[in-house]
Nanobody, 111 residues
Framework: VQLVESGGGLVQPGGSLRLSCAASGFTFISSVMRWYRQVPGKERDLVAT????????NYLDSVKGRFTISRDNAKKMVYLQMNSLKPEDTAVYYC?????WGQGTQVTVSS
């Protein structure tokens, strides 16, 4: 199993970023996929979940209406579109499938 995130970076408050996660090594289409985030010294928080066929999504309350999780089963990709970013969204964002994690991608929201 391999999960590789990309798309992080530095953005000003109110800006947008799209994170991508390339998946391989497992049956992607039937797998629930998740995005987590972690700030140093704190627990890793679940940000968004998408069901295997993409019909069901769930979000952390603080990102509802701003973040959108999606997937492309043909490309074995998961995305996290992040709009109206706030400084408190600053964290390392991780792609997850069950017990498997990507390496993380840093998102920094700052002016």
């Amino acid at each position: 199993v391999q999960l590789v995130e990309s798309g992080g970076g530095l953005v000003q408050p109110g800006g947008s970023l799209r994170l991508s996660c390339a998946a391989s090594g497992f049956t992607f289409i039937s797998s629930v996929m998740r995005w987590y985030r972690q700030v140093p010294g704190k627990e890793r928080d679940l940000v968004a979940t998408i069901s295997g066929f993409g019909g069901v999504t769930n979000y952390l309350d603080s990102v509802k209406g701003r973040f959108t999780i999606s997937r492309d089963n043909a490309k074995k990709m998961v995305y996290l579109q992040m709009n109206s970013l706030k400084p408190e969204d600053t964290a390392v964002y991780y792609c997850n499938r069950g017990t498997y994690w990507g390496q993380g991608t840093q998102v920094t929201v700052s002016s």
